[in-house]
């Protein structure tokens, strides 16, 4: 069974920065396209970011461009969200998924039901 654990979900103030993590134990980056999605409270969830098995593509949702950052870390196996000038409407609950079939990232990005498995999620909380 594929399992995906994130970390580094915190509370920090507006302006500052994250680093979230997601691992992929038993799988290699070029298994999977993975995604970045987050659900704020009454709200549906999106897509916030996406990276290519090869890792050379990424694609980001307007809301986050300039802000988020997409990374990987072969010798990890570990794939990153660098969030900078986080703002309020940045709270959500933030989740990796991975996607083992065709899908590109791009697809991906506005696919969140497509993709085939899922972290429980780190929680991230912007003060005002």
């Known amino acids: 069974e594929v399992q995906l654990v994130e970390s580094g979900g915190d509370l920090v103030q507006a302006g500052g920065s994250l680093r979230l993590s997601c691992t992929t134990p038993g799988l290699t980056f070029d298994d999977y396209v993975m995604g970045w999605f987050r659900q704020a409270p009454g709200q549906e969830r999106e897509g916030v970011a996406c990276i290519s098995r090869s890792g050379g593509n990424t694609n980001y949702a307007e809301s986050v461009k300039g802000r988020f950052t997409i990374s990987q870390d072969g010798a990890k196996n570990t794939r990153y969200l660098q969030m900078n000038s986080l703002k309020p409407e940045d709270t959500a609950m933030y989740y990796c998924?991975?996607?083992?079939?065709?899908?590109?990232?791009?697809?991906?990005?506005?696919?969140?039901?497509?993709?085939?498995?899922w972290g429980k999620g780190t929680l991230v909380t912007i003060s005002s």
């Open positions: 998924a991975v996607d083992l079939g065709k899908m590109s990232s791009v697809q991906a990005l506005r696919n969140d039901h497509g993709m085939d498995y």
